[in-house]
Protein backbone atom coordinates (compact mmCIF):
# COMPACT_ATOMS: atom_id res chain seq x y z
CA UNK A 1 0.00 0.00 0.00
CA UNK A 2 1.25 3.33 -0.76
CA UNK A 3 2.84 5.72 1.51
CA UNK A 4 1.30 8.77 0.08
CA UNK A 5 -1.94 7.29 1.42
CA UNK A 6 -0.62 6.53 5.03
CA UNK A 7 0.87 9.69 5.35
CA UNK A 8 -2.73 11.29 4.74
CA UNK A 9 -4.01 10.09 8.48
CA UNK A 10 -3.78 11.52 11.54
CA UNK A 11 -3.00 8.22 13.78
CA UNK A 12 -0.54 8.04 15.88
CA UNK A 13 2.50 6.70 14.39
CA UNK A 14 3.73 4.90 17.71
CA UNK A 15 0.44 2.33 17.55
CA UNK A 16 -0.38 -0.58 15.14
CA UNK A 17 -4.09 0.77 14.42
CA UNK A 18 -5.69 -2.31 13.32
CA UNK A 19 -9.37 -1.19 14.49
CA UNK A 20 -10.47 0.97 11.53
CA UNK A 21 -14.01 -0.73 12.31
CA UNK A 22 -14.43 0.96 15.45
CA UNK A 23 -14.68 4.20 14.85
CA UNK A 24 -12.68 4.97 11.50
CA UNK A 25 -10.30 7.88 11.25
CA UNK A 26 -10.43 10.91 9.12
CA UNK A 27 -7.84 11.78 6.23
CA UNK A 28 -6.33 14.80 6.86
CA UNK A 29 -8.21 16.46 3.52
CA UNK A 30 -11.56 16.11 5.13
CA UNK A 31 -10.43 16.61 9.04
CA UNK A 32 -9.15 20.16 7.42
CA UNK A 33 -12.47 20.61 5.79
CA UNK A 34 -14.09 19.92 9.30
CA UNK A 35 -12.24 22.44 10.84
CA UNK A 36 -12.95 25.02 8.40
CA UNK A 37 -16.52 24.64 8.44
CA UNK A 38 -16.62 24.61 12.61
CA UNK A 39 -14.59 28.10 12.47
CA UNK A 40 -16.55 29.42 9.99
CA UNK A 41 -19.97 28.29 12.14
CA UNK A 42 -18.41 30.08 15.58
CA UNK A 43 -17.41 33.49 12.96
CA UNK A 44 -20.81 33.92 11.98
CA UNK A 45 -23.36 31.07 13.78
CA UNK A 46 -26.79 32.69 13.27
CA UNK A 47 -25.75 32.16 9.16
CA UNK A 48 -23.99 29.23 9.48
CA UNK A 49 -26.91 27.64 11.28
CA UNK A 50 -30.02 29.27 9.94
CA UNK A 51 -29.06 30.08 6.40
CA UNK A 52 -25.95 28.81 4.92
CA UNK A 53 -25.88 25.37 6.84
CA UNK A 54 -28.82 24.14 5.32
CA UNK A 55 -27.82 25.07 2.05
CA UNK A 56 -24.59 23.33 2.85
CA UNK A 57 -26.25 20.08 4.27
CA UNK A 58 -28.25 19.90 1.03
CA UNK A 59 -25.27 20.12 -0.93
CA UNK A 60 -23.83 16.73 1.20
CA UNK A 61 -26.76 15.05 1.36
CA UNK A 62 -26.78 15.16 -2.68
CA UNK A 63 -23.12 13.76 -2.73
CA UNK A 64 -24.15 10.99 -0.48
CA UNK A 65 -27.19 10.27 -2.41
CA UNK A 66 -25.11 9.75 -5.52
CA UNK A 67 -22.54 7.50 -3.79
CA UNK A 68 -25.41 5.50 -2.29
CA UNK A 69 -27.39 5.94 -5.26
CA UNK A 70 -31.13 7.13 -3.72
CA UNK A 71 -32.31 10.45 -4.08
CA UNK A 72 -31.48 13.25 -2.10
CA UNK A 73 -34.49 13.42 0.02
CA UNK A 74 -34.73 10.29 0.91
CA UNK A 75 -31.72 10.46 3.95
CA UNK A 76 -31.05 12.70 6.49
CA UNK A 77 -27.86 13.26 8.20
CA UNK A 78 -27.82 11.50 11.95
CA UNK A 79 -24.82 11.15 14.44
CA UNK A 80 -24.52 7.50 14.50
CA UNK A 81 -26.37 4.12 13.21
CA UNK A 82 -27.93 3.61 16.93
CA UNK A 83 -29.40 6.95 16.34
CA UNK A 84 -31.05 5.70 12.81
CA UNK A 85 -32.36 2.35 14.63
CA UNK A 86 -33.76 4.40 17.62
CA UNK A 87 -35.65 6.49 15.10
CA UNK A 88 -36.99 3.59 13.32
CA UNK A 89 -37.74 1.56 16.36
CA UNK A 90 -39.44 4.48 18.22
CA UNK A 91 -42.24 5.20 15.42
CA UNK A 92 -42.25 1.35 14.62
CA UNK A 93 -45.96 0.89 16.67
CA UNK A 94 -45.47 -2.65 18.32
CA UNK A 95 -48.81 -4.42 19.05
CA UNK A 96 -48.13 -7.31 21.47
CA UNK A 97 -47.08 -10.59 20.26
CA UNK A 98 -45.41 -8.83 17.12
CA UNK A 99 -42.10 -10.13 16.29
CA UNK A 100 -38.92 -8.47 15.20
CA UNK A 101 -36.59 -11.09 13.72
CA UNK A 102 -32.78 -10.55 13.51
CA UNK A 103 -29.82 -12.44 14.11
CA UNK A 104 -28.22 -13.29 17.45
CA UNK A 105 -24.97 -11.33 15.79
CA UNK A 106 -26.11 -7.71 15.30
CA UNK A 107 -24.73 -5.15 17.19
CA UNK A 108 -25.06 -4.77 20.62
CA UNK A 109 -26.26 -1.36 21.44
CA UNK A 110 -29.15 -2.41 18.45
CA UNK A 111 -29.83 -5.36 20.07
CA UNK A 112 -31.18 -3.15 23.48
CA UNK A 113 -32.83 -0.62 21.66
CA UNK A 114 -35.07 -3.12 20.07
CA UNK A 115 -35.61 -4.87 23.59
CA UNK A 116 -36.34 -1.51 25.25
CA UNK A 117 -39.49 -0.66 22.56
CA UNK A 118 -40.08 -4.53 22.07
CA UNK A 119 -40.74 -4.80 26.13
CA UNK A 120 -42.88 -1.63 26.26
CA UNK A 121 -44.94 -3.07 23.87
CA UNK A 122 -45.65 -6.48 25.24
CA UNK A 123 -43.56 -7.65 21.57
CA UNK A 124 -40.44 -10.37 20.82
CA UNK A 125 -37.21 -9.49 19.56
CA UNK A 126 -36.49 -12.32 18.03
CA UNK A 127 -31.93 -13.24 17.61
CA UNK A 128 -32.29 -16.02 15.68
CA UNK A 129 -29.71 -18.18 16.46
CA UNK A 130 -26.59 -18.45 13.62
CA UNK A 131 -24.25 -21.40 14.32
CA UNK A 132 -20.83 -21.70 12.83
CA UNK A 133 -19.52 -22.45 10.48
CA UNK A 134 -21.36 -20.75 7.84
CA UNK A 135 -20.82 -22.70 4.23
CA UNK A 136 -22.78 -20.45 1.76
CA UNK A 137 -25.05 -17.47 1.61
CA UNK A 138 -27.78 -20.21 1.24
CA UNK A 139 -27.18 -21.85 4.72
CA UNK A 140 -27.29 -18.42 6.10
CA UNK A 141 -30.35 -17.83 4.88
CA UNK A 142 -31.97 -21.05 5.47
CA UNK A 143 -30.77 -20.94 9.14
CA UNK A 144 -32.36 -17.06 9.72
CA UNK A 145 -35.52 -17.84 7.91
CA UNK A 146 -35.93 -20.84 10.34
CA UNK A 147 -37.04 -17.66 13.17
CA UNK A 148 -39.51 -16.50 10.83
CA UNK A 149 -43.36 -16.68 12.22
CA UNK A 150 -46.85 -15.76 11.44
CA UNK A 151 -45.99 -13.11 13.92
CA UNK A 152 -42.71 -11.73 11.96
CA UNK A 153 -43.56 -7.60 11.16
CA UNK A 154 -39.76 -6.85 9.90
CA UNK A 155 -36.32 -8.50 9.65
CA UNK A 156 -33.59 -6.30 10.70
CA UNK A 157 -30.25 -7.60 9.50
CA UNK A 158 -26.76 -6.13 9.52
CA UNK A 159 -24.93 -5.46 6.15
CA UNK A 160 -21.51 -6.31 7.85
CA UNK A 161 -21.75 -7.55 11.34
CA UNK A 162 -19.63 -5.92 14.14
CA UNK A 163 -18.01 -8.35 16.36
CA UNK A 164 -17.92 -10.95 13.82
CA UNK A 165 -17.37 -9.18 11.29
CA UNK A 166 -19.35 -11.15 8.42
CA UNK A 167 -20.51 -9.90 5.11
CA UNK A 168 -23.98 -11.04 5.49
CA UNK A 169 -26.46 -11.75 2.16
CA UNK A 170 -28.64 -8.88 2.71
CA UNK A 171 -29.78 -8.56 -1.00
CA UNK A 172 -31.12 -12.21 -0.97
CA UNK A 173 -32.76 -11.43 2.41
CA UNK A 174 -34.14 -8.42 1.82
CA UNK A 175 -35.76 -10.39 -1.87
CA UNK A 176 -37.09 -12.50 0.16
CA UNK A 177 -38.53 -10.87 3.03
CA UNK A 178 -40.60 -9.26 0.55
CA UNK A 179 -42.33 -12.49 -0.87
CA UNK A 180 -43.24 -12.44 3.14
CA UNK A 181 -44.83 -9.06 2.91
CA UNK A 182 -42.72 -8.19 6.10
CA UNK A 183 -40.51 -4.97 6.08
CA UNK A 184 -36.72 -4.56 5.79
CA UNK A 185 -34.01 -2.47 7.91
CA UNK A 186 -30.75 -2.78 7.38
CA UNK A 187 -27.98 -1.91 9.44
CA UNK A 188 -25.28 -0.76 7.33
CA UNK A 189 -23.02 1.31 9.99
CA UNK A 190 -19.69 -0.76 8.36
CA UNK A 191 -21.08 -0.68 4.75
CA UNK A 192 -20.38 2.66 3.04
CA UNK A 193 -16.79 2.68 1.75
CA UNK A 194 -15.91 -0.95 2.45
CA UNK A 195 -18.37 -1.93 -0.46
CA UNK A 196 -20.35 -0.36 -2.89
CA UNK A 197 -23.55 0.33 -2.19
CA UNK A 198 -26.65 0.87 -4.04
CA UNK A 199 -29.93 1.23 -2.26
CA UNK A 200 -32.12 1.44 -5.32
CA UNK A 201 -31.32 -2.12 -6.34
CA UNK A 202 -31.22 -3.61 -2.05
CA UNK A 203 -34.49 -2.24 -2.10
CA UNK A 204 -34.34 -2.01 1.85
CA UNK A 205 -37.18 -0.18 3.44
CA UNK A 206 -35.11 1.25 6.46
CA UNK A 207 -31.07 1.49 6.11
CA UNK A 208 -28.77 3.40 8.62
CA UNK A 209 -24.94 3.49 7.51
CA UNK A 210 -21.83 5.58 9.04
CA UNK A 211 -19.85 7.94 6.76
CA UNK A 212 -17.38 8.31 10.17
CA UNK A 213 -16.18 4.53 9.80
CA UNK A 214 -14.80 3.31 6.47
CA UNK A 215 -15.66 6.56 4.34
CA UNK A 216 -13.28 8.60 6.41
CA UNK A 217 -15.31 11.28 7.18
CA UNK A 218 -15.12 13.69 11.13
CA UNK A 219 -16.68 11.79 13.58
CA UNK A 220 -20.18 11.79 14.07
CA UNK A 221 -21.61 11.55 10.74
CA UNK A 222 -24.28 9.24 9.81
CA UNK A 223 -27.31 8.94 7.69
CA UNK A 224 -30.86 7.36 7.66
CA UNK A 225 -32.62 6.20 4.42
CA UNK A 226 -35.84 5.41 4.29
CA UNK A 227 -38.15 4.50 1.21
CA UNK A 228 -40.54 7.32 0.24
CA UNK A 229 -43.90 5.96 0.66
CA UNK A 230 -42.93 5.34 4.72
CA UNK A 231 -41.27 8.35 5.56
CA UNK A 232 -44.42 9.65 7.01
CA UNK A 233 -44.53 7.17 9.74
CA UNK A 234 -40.92 8.00 11.17
CA UNK A 235 -41.66 10.37 13.88
CA UNK A 236 -39.15 12.91 15.19
CA UNK A 237 -36.85 11.05 18.08
CA UNK A 238 -36.55 15.00 19.30
CA UNK A 239 -39.37 17.21 18.19
CA UNK A 240 -38.20 20.80 17.20
CA UNK A 241 -39.11 23.48 15.26
CA UNK A 242 -39.26 21.18 11.82
CA UNK A 243 -42.52 19.83 13.65
CA UNK A 244 -45.80 21.78 12.34
CA UNK A 245 -42.85 24.37 10.79
CA UNK A 246 -43.84 27.85 10.21
CA UNK A 247 -42.12 27.46 6.74
CA UNK A 248 -42.46 23.83 5.94
CA UNK A 249 -39.94 23.04 3.00
CA UNK A 250 -41.06 20.38 0.72
CA UNK A 251 -40.02 17.16 2.90
CA UNK A 252 -41.75 16.43 5.82
CA UNK A 253 -39.22 13.91 6.77
CA UNK A 254 -36.82 16.77 6.17
CA UNK A 255 -38.37 19.08 8.37
CA UNK A 256 -38.67 16.49 11.01
CA UNK A 257 -35.66 15.40 11.39
CA UNK A 258 -33.01 17.88 9.88
CA UNK A 259 -34.27 20.99 11.92
CA UNK A 260 -33.00 19.78 15.74
CA UNK A 261 -31.74 23.41 17.05
CA UNK A 262 -28.46 24.27 18.28
CA UNK A 263 -25.91 21.53 17.26
CA UNK A 264 -22.24 21.57 15.14
CA UNK A 265 -23.74 19.90 11.72
CA UNK A 266 -19.53 20.29 10.48
CA UNK A 267 -19.57 16.75 10.57
CA UNK A 268 -22.35 16.17 8.07
CA UNK A 269 -20.36 18.40 5.88
CA UNK A 270 -17.41 16.49 5.15
CA UNK A 271 -19.06 13.68 3.33
CA UNK A 272 -18.52 15.34 -0.03
CA UNK A 273 -14.66 16.05 0.69
CA UNK A 274 -14.52 12.21 1.89
CA UNK A 275 -16.35 10.75 -1.36
CA UNK A 276 -13.63 13.31 -3.30
CA UNK A 277 -10.87 11.89 -1.46
CA UNK A 278 -12.04 7.88 -2.21
CA UNK A 279 -12.83 8.93 -6.09
CA UNK A 280 -9.79 10.52 -6.91
CA UNK A 281 -7.10 7.50 -5.30
CA UNK A 282 -9.34 4.72 -7.04
CA UNK A 283 -10.72 3.62 -3.87
CA UNK A 284 -12.36 0.73 -5.24
CA UNK A 285 -8.69 -0.97 -5.83
CA UNK A 286 -7.78 0.02 -2.15
CA UNK A 287 -10.57 -1.87 -0.90
CA UNK A 288 -9.68 -4.72 -2.99
CA UNK A 289 -6.35 -4.89 -1.98
CA UNK A 290 -6.93 -4.55 2.08
CA UNK A 291 -9.20 -7.35 1.63
CA UNK A 292 -6.21 -9.24 0.43
CA UNK A 293 -4.41 -8.80 3.06
CA UNK A 294 -7.49 -9.12 5.32
CA UNK A 295 -7.23 -12.65 3.80
CA UNK A 296 -3.80 -13.79 3.33
CA UNK A 297 -3.51 -13.34 7.39
CA UNK A 298 -6.51 -15.03 8.61
CA UNK A 299 -4.88 -18.86 8.57
CA UNK A 300 -2.22 -17.82 10.34
CA UNK A 301 -4.36 -15.83 13.25
CA UNK A 302 -6.14 -18.85 13.73
CA UNK A 303 -3.41 -21.27 13.49
CA UNK A 304 -1.85 -19.36 16.46
CA UNK A 305 -5.00 -19.61 18.45
CA UNK A 306 -5.91 -23.26 17.35
CA UNK A 307 -9.18 -21.62 16.21
CA UNK A 308 -11.75 -22.54 13.26
CA UNK A 309 -13.25 -20.49 11.24
CA UNK A 310 -16.14 -18.95 11.15
CA UNK A 311 -16.60 -19.25 7.70
CA UNK A 312 -14.85 -19.76 4.10
CA UNK A 313 -11.88 -17.24 3.88
CA UNK A 314 -13.56 -15.76 0.64
CA UNK A 315 -15.19 -12.53 -0.55
CA UNK A 316 -18.79 -13.70 -0.13
CA UNK A 317 -17.73 -13.35 3.57
CA UNK A 318 -15.49 -10.97 3.86
CA UNK A 319 -14.44 -7.32 3.43
CA UNK A 320 -11.77 -5.44 5.37
CA UNK A 321 -11.89 -6.81 8.57
CA UNK A 322 -11.98 -10.76 10.24
CA UNK A 323 -13.22 -11.40 13.32
CA UNK A 324 -12.33 -15.09 15.12
CA UNK A 325 -13.10 -17.00 17.95
CA UNK A 326 -10.65 -16.25 20.90
CA UNK A 327 -10.45 -18.59 24.23
CA UNK A 328 -10.10 -16.00 26.88
CA UNK A 329 -11.58 -15.74 30.28
CA UNK A 330 -10.65 -11.81 30.71
CA UNK A 331 -11.05 -10.09 27.39
CA UNK A 332 -11.03 -6.84 28.35
CA UNK A 333 -7.63 -7.41 30.24
CA UNK A 334 -6.30 -8.99 27.11
CA UNK A 335 -7.39 -6.04 24.81
CA UNK A 336 -5.44 -3.80 27.25
CA UNK A 337 -2.58 -5.85 27.45
CA UNK A 338 -2.46 -5.68 23.73
CA UNK A 339 -2.43 -2.04 24.05
CA UNK A 340 -0.89 -0.98 27.10
CA UNK A 341 2.51 -3.96 26.40
CA UNK A 342 2.65 -4.29 22.52
CA UNK A 343 1.03 -0.88 21.32
CA UNK A 344 -1.90 -2.66 19.40
CA UNK A 345 -5.23 -1.13 18.92
CA UNK A 346 -7.40 -3.65 18.15
CA UNK A 347 -10.62 -5.14 20.14
CA UNK A 348 -11.60 -8.72 22.22
CA UNK A 349 -15.26 -8.54 22.00
CA UNK A 350 -18.15 -10.04 23.78
CA UNK A 351 -20.59 -11.58 21.80
CA UNK A 352 -22.77 -13.21 24.02
CA UNK A 353 -20.39 -16.70 25.60
CA UNK A 354 -18.32 -16.07 22.63
CA UNK A 355 -15.00 -13.71 22.63
CA UNK A 356 -13.58 -12.64 19.24
CA UNK A 357 -10.60 -10.82 18.11
CA UNK A 358 -11.20 -8.56 15.64
CA UNK A 359 -8.50 -7.10 12.86
CA UNK A 360 -9.46 -4.17 10.48
CA UNK A 361 -7.51 -3.99 7.32
CA UNK A 362 -7.24 -0.19 6.20
CA UNK A 363 -5.00 1.45 3.34
CA UNK A 364 -2.08 2.57 5.70
CA UNK A 365 -1.68 -1.23 6.89
CA UNK A 366 0.84 -3.69 5.68
CA UNK A 367 1.91 -7.18 6.57
CA UNK A 368 4.35 -5.54 9.43
CA UNK A 369 1.20 -4.91 11.17
CA UNK A 370 -0.70 -8.32 11.06
CA UNK A 371 3.06 -9.80 11.67
CA UNK A 372 3.34 -7.38 14.85
CA UNK A 373 0.11 -9.21 16.28
CA UNK A 374 0.66 -13.00 15.04
CA UNK A 375 3.90 -12.25 17.32
CA UNK A 376 2.43 -10.75 20.02
CA UNK A 377 -0.44 -13.37 20.51
CA UNK A 378 2.34 -15.67 20.64
CA UNK A 379 4.04 -13.92 23.35
CA UNK A 380 0.52 -13.54 25.30
CA UNK A 381 0.65 -17.45 24.26
CA UNK A 382 3.91 -18.33 25.87
CA UNK A 383 4.15 -16.14 28.46
CA UNK A 384 0.30 -15.60 30.44
CA UNK A 385 -2.26 -17.82 30.85
CA UNK A 386 -4.75 -14.83 29.41
CA UNK A 387 -5.50 -16.70 26.49
CA UNK A 388 -6.34 -20.39 26.46
CA UNK A 389 -5.57 -23.13 23.55
Same mark, same amino acid.
Given at each position: ???????????????????????????????????????????????????????????????????????????????????????????????????????????????????????????????? %??????????????????? @?????????????????? =???????????????? =?????????????????????????????????????????? =??? %???LQHLIE?????????? @???????????? !??????????? @????????????????????????????????????? !?????????????? !?????????? *?? *??? %???LYDKYK???????????????????????? %????????? =????????? @????
Amino acid at each position: MTNNLSSQFLLNSHITFLNFGSFGAAVKPVFEKYQQYQLELEQEPVQFLAVRGLQYLQQSRKALSEYIHCHEDDIVYITNPSYGVNMVAKSFHLQAGDEILATDIEYGACDKTWDFYCEKAGAKYVRQ %KIKFPLTTKEDFIEQFFKG @LTAKTKMVFISHITSTTA =LRLPVEEICTKAKEYG =LLTFVDGAHAPGQIPLNLQTLQADFYTGACHKWMMTAKGSSF =LYV %KKELQHLIEPLVVSWGYKA @LFPSHSQFLDYH !QMQGTRDISAF @LTVPTAIKFMQENNWENVAATCRELVKNNAHSILNIL !QATPICPINDNFLV !QMYSTRIKTK *EP *EKL %KALLYDKYKIEIPVMRQDDTIFLRYSVQVFNTQ %KDLDTLANA =LKDIIATTN @LIEL
